[in-house]
C-alpha cells in the first residue's frame, strides 16, 4: 500500500502533465496537478471528461481513427496533436502514449503531454518568413553547391522550384564576376555585387548578396547567403554618374539663378546665380558659408528647411533676403533639392528674384480686376438706367413747363409737382454719382496705401455693384453690428475681396429661385479683429477640392466663366493686410467664406482722415475763374453753379486758356478737366509752370475717375487740389477757397518784400 501511495503521489507531482484513460470508453480515470493547471479543469471535472471533450469537435472522427489504429500496439508511441482548454483556447501538444495492463480486465493507456503551441508559432512564423520573403535564401554546402533555394531565390533567378538544388551556387553567374567574389571566413559576413543571368529571359541582373560563413557552427554547417536583385539602382547609380557628368553644363546655362551647397558651404554658382548676388567671379562666393549669405532675421527659417531637405530630399520655397556685394539685400525665393554632387549628398538651390513674381501677380490682380468690371457692366448700366430713365423724363416736363414759367404764366402741373419732379431728378443724379463713386474705387488698382477702412461701407458699396449678378439668384441680406471699428487695409482692394465673394455666390446659385436661395452678408468684431462673413445656399464645394480653391488658376466654374485667378488673388489681398480668409462648405448646403482683417489702430485711423480742417467758403464777389474742359456743356453748368460770387470765363481747348493768360487775362483760380484730346491738363500744367509759376499756383484739376498710372503719379507729385467729377459745390468752393487763399499770401509776401525795399 505504502508504495502504491508513493507512486500515486509521485504521478501527481510530475511536473509534464499526464493522465491515464480508458481505452474503450476513452475516459479519463486519473490526472496530475501539472494537466489540471495547463487545461484549467478541477480533478473533479476532468474526471467527469473522456478524451473526445478535450479535442476539437471536428478532430474527434479522427481520434477515434488513431485510436482503432493503435490498438494493437504494445510499445509506447507518439503522436501530435491539438487539444482544447477549459476556457475555449487552442493548443498543440506532443503527447507520449504509453500502454498499461490493468487486473479487472480493462485496457489503460498513460499520456504524457508536451505543450508545442509556442514553438509550433515559431516554426510556423519562420516557414512563413523565408518561403514569403522577397529576397533571394540559399543555403550552400561546404562543396559550394546548392543545399537550399528559397521560393524568393527561384523568382529572382527566373528559375522553376527545385531547379537549382544540388547545382553549384556559381551556375548563373557571369564567368567575369566568378573572379571578384569574396569567400568570407568562418563566421565572418561579406558583401558581393554580381551579375546573374536570369534563367525565365536570359537576362542578366545585379545580385547583391550578403554571405554569412556558417560551416563551423554544427546546426548548419553550411554558407547562409541572402540577396536580392539591384539591377535599377545599379542602372540609376550609372546614370547619375552621367548626369553628374552633364550637371555642370547644363546649369550654366539655365537661366534660372543656381547654386549648390554642401555641409552648409557653398560649391557651385551658375552665371546667373553670381549676377543675382552682385558678384564678378564664383571663386568670391566658393567654400563661403551659406548662413553668411542670408540676412539674419532669415537664418532660421533657412536650418530649418535645410534640415527637411536633407531628411525628405527637397524643401518647399521660403522667401528669404540674401546679401548682395555692395551690401545691400535682395529678396528672393529659394527652393531646394538634395543630389549627389561631387560625390556627396548636396543641396542645389534654385533662386527666384520675388520682384518678378510680385509684378506678374500685380498684373493677374488688374486681370481680375477688369474681370470683375466686365461681369458687373451689365448691372452698372441697368443700376444707372433706372435713374437715368426718369431723370430724362422729368427734365423732358420741366422743360415743356419752362416758357410758361419765365413768361409768368400758369403752368399745366402745380408747382409743388414740378419741384418733385425737380427734386426726383437731383436724387436720380446722386444715385447715379455714387455709382460712379463705387466704380471709381474698384478701378484704382495700383493703389497700396494701407489705412482705416470703413469695412461696412465698402460692402454696402460692393453688394450694389454685385445687385445684377444677385437679383435673379438670391435675397441679400446685410447684417452689419452697430459701432464696427475700422478695419485695417484698402478700401478698393478689399471691395476687389468682397465684389469676388459675392460674384462666386452669385455663381454657386442657379437662377430663377431668388425667393428660394439667400446670400448672406455679416459683419462682426471678434476680439481684436473684424470678420466678414459671406455665406450662400448654393451647391457648395467638393471635399475632395476645397483644400485647393485657393491655388492659382484652380476653378470650379464652367470653361468662360473663371479663370482661377479670383481667391487666389482675394487670399493674397487679404494677407497682405495681415488677415486671413477661410472656407466652410458642404455639398448640396453651400459655402461660407470668412475674411478676418486686423483692427485699425489708432494711428492708422488718424492718418485716413484729413489733416487739415476743411477751408471757410469764401464769398466774395466778381472772382474771375478760367475753366477749361474739353466738354462745353460741364463749363456751361460750372458757370451757372458758381453764379453769381464768380465769373467763370469757358474754354474747350487747354491751348486757349494759355493763350488767353499769355495775353494777360487776370484770373483768380483756374479750373482744368486732367484728360482732355490734344494737349491733356497735365501738360498745360508744365507749360503754365514754366511760363508763370505763380499762375499755375492758382490751378484746381478736374478728374472723371478714368486714371493712368501717369495721371496717378502727376497729382500725387504736385501740391495742387484735385475735385473728381460730380463734384458737389461745396467741394468746387472749398478747392478754389484753398488755391486762392495761397495766392493772397504770395502776392502779400511779394507785397511786403516792396515795401522793405523801398
Request: glycine share 6%; with cysteine; net charge negative.
Amino acid at each position: 500500500m505504502f508504495e502504491l501511495a508513493l507512486y500515486q503521489d509521485l504521478f501527481d507531482a510530475n511536473p509534464r502533465p499526464a493522465w491515464v484513460f480508458e481505452r474503450a470508453t476513452l475516459r479519463i480515470v486519473v490526472v496530475n496537478r501539472a494537466a489540471i493547471a495547463m487545461y484549467g479543469w478541477t480533478r473533479d471535472e476532468f474526471l467527469q471528461l473522456t478524451l473526445r471533450d478535450i479535442r476539437e469537435p471536428a478532430d474527434v472522427p479522427r481520434l477515434e481513427a488513431q485510436i482503432a489504429d493503435s490498438n494493437g500496439k504494445t510499445t509506447p508511441y507518439r503522436r501530435a496533436s491539438r487539444h482544447r482548454t477549459k476556457d475555449g483556447r487552442s493548443i498543440d501538444v506532443d503527447l507520449e502514449i504509453a500502454r498499461i495492463a490493468h487486473g479487472d480486465g480493462r485496457v489503460l493507456s498513460m499520456a504524457v503531454v508536451t505543450d508545442l503551441t509556442g514553438v509550433a508559432d515559431v516554426e510556423r512564423r519562420f516557414r512563413l518568413l523565408v518561403e514569403n520573403c522577397a529576397d533571394g535564401i540559399t543555403v550552400i554546402g561546404p562543396d559550394r553547391n546548392l543545399q537550399y533555394v528559397s521560393p524568393g531565390a527561384e523568382r529572382i533567378l527566373g528559375v522553376q522550384p527545385g531547379e537549382l538544388s544540388g547545382r553549384s551556387a556559381l551556375t548563373t553567374t557571369h564567368p567575369d564576376d566568378i573572379k571578384t567574389i569574396r569567400q568570407p571566413q568562418p563566421g565572418q559576413v561579406v558583401r558581393n555585387l554580381l551579375r546573374n543571368r536570369r534563367h525565365s529571359d536570359g537576362e542578366w541582373r545585379w545580385i547583391e548578396s550578403i554571405v554569412t560563413n556558417l560551416t563551423d557552427d554544427p546546426a548548419v554547417r553550411a554558407f547562409v547567403s541572402n540577396f536580392r536583385d539591384v539591377t535599377e539602382r545599379v542602372e540609376q547609380a550609372r546614370a547619375l554618374e552621367r548626369w553628374e557628368t552633364n550637371f555642370r553644363m547644363v546649369i550654366e546655362r539655365m537661366p534660372i539663378a543656381t547654386l549648390v551647397h554642401s555641409s552648409r558651404t557653398v560649391r557651385y554658382l551658375n552665371p546667373a546665380a553670381i549676377a543675382l548676388l552682385g558678384h564678378d567671379r564664383d571663386d568670391e562666393l566658393i567654400g563661403v558659408p551659406v548662413l553668411d549669405l542670408v540676412h539674419a532675421d532669415d537664418r532660421g527659417e533657412v536650418v530649418s528647411k535645410m534640415a527637411k531637405s536633407v531628411a525628405v530630399g527637397r524643401s518647399d520655397a521660403a522667401t528669404i533676403r540674401m546679401l548682395r556685394r555692395d551690401g545691400s539685400y535682395v529678396e528672393i525665393d529659394a527652393e531646394a533639392v538634395r543630389v549627389m554632387f561631387d560625390g556627396e549628398p548636396a543641396s542645389v538651390v534654385m533662386l527666384r528674384d520675388v520682384s518678378e513674381r510680385r509684378d506678374l501677380l500685380a498684373r493677374m490682380m488688374v486681370a481680375d480686376r477688369m474681370m470683375s468690371v466686365g461681369t458687373l457692366a451689365a448691372g452698372v448700366a441697368h443700376e444707372l438706367n433706372n435713374p437715368l430713365a426718369y431723370i430724362v423724363s422729368n427734365l423732358a416736363v420741366l422743360a415743356d413747363e419752362l416758357p410758361a414759367l419765365t413768361a409768368g404764366r400758369a403752368t399745366r402741373r402745380p408747382l409743388g409737382e414740378l419741384a418733385t419732379l425737380l427734386a426726383d431728378a437731383r436724387d436720380g443724379a446722386d444715385r447715379m454719382s455714387a455709382i460712379v463713386r463705387d466704380l471709381r474705387a474698384l478701378s484704382r488698382s495700383d493703389d497700396r496705401t494701407v489705412g482705416a477702412v470703413d469695412v461696412t461701407t465698402v460692402l454696402a458699396a460692393s453688394v450694389k455693384m454685385a445687385h445684377n449678378e444677385l437679383r435673379h439668384r438670391a435675397r441679400v441680406v446685410q447684417v452689419y453690428d452697430r459701432d464696427l471699428p475700422a478695419a485695417c487695409g484698402n478700401a478698393s482692394r478689399l471691395g476687389q475681396v468682397f465684389l469676388n465673394l459675392l460674384i462666386n455666390a452669385a455663381h454657386a446659385i442657379e437662377e430663377g429661385h431668388a425667393d428660394d436661395n439667400q446670400v448672406r452678408v455679416h459683419a462682426f468684431r471678434r476680439g481684436d479683429r473684424i470678420v466678414v462673413d459671406v455665406a450662400d445656399t448654393g451647391v457648395g464645394i467638393a471635399p475632395a477640392v476645397v483644400g485647393r480653391i485657393f491655388d492659382p488658376f484652380f476653378t470650379t466654374k464652367p470653361v468662360g466663366v473663371g479663370v482661377g485667378l479670383g481667391l487666389s488673388i482675394s487670399h493674397e489681398i487679404v494677407r497682405s493686410f495681415g488677415g486671413s480668409i477661410e472656407v466652410a462648405s458642404e455639398l448640396g448646403k453651400g459655402s461660407s467664406f470668412q475674411v478676418t482683417l486686423p483692427i485699425a489702430t489708432a494711428v492708422a485711423a488718424e492718418e485716413a482722415a484729413p489733416t487739415t480742417p476743411p477751408l471757410p467758403v469764401r464769398a466774395e464777389p466778381v472772382v474771375r475763374v478760367l475753366m477749361i474742359d474739353d466738354e462745353a456743356a460741364v463749363g456751361r453748368s460750372t458757370a451757372m453753379l458758381l453764379a453769381p460770387d464768380f465769373d467763370v470765363t469757358a474754354v474747350t481747348r487747354a491751348a486757349d486758356g494759355l493763350a488767353r493768360i499769355a495775353r494777360g487775362e487776370p484770373f483768380d483760380a483756374i479750373l482744368c478737366d486732367l484728360m482732355m484730346p490734344e494737349m491733356s491738363g497735365m501738360e498745360f500744367f508744365q507749360q503754365l509752370r514754366e511760363r508763370a509759376p505763380a499762375v499755375a499756383r492758382r490751378v484746381v484739376f478736374l478728374t472723371g475717375g478714368a486714371f493712368t498710372p501717369q495721371a496717378r503719379a502727376f497729382l500725387a507729385e504736385i501740391d495742387q487740389p484735385h475735385v473728381a467729377k460730380p463734384f458737389e459745390e461745396q467741394d468746387l468752393r472749398r478747392a478754389l477757397a484753398r488755391v486762392r487763399a495761397h495766392g493772397d499770401a504770395e502776392a502779400a509776401v511779394t507785397r511786403g518784400g516792396t515795401a522793405r525795399r523801398g
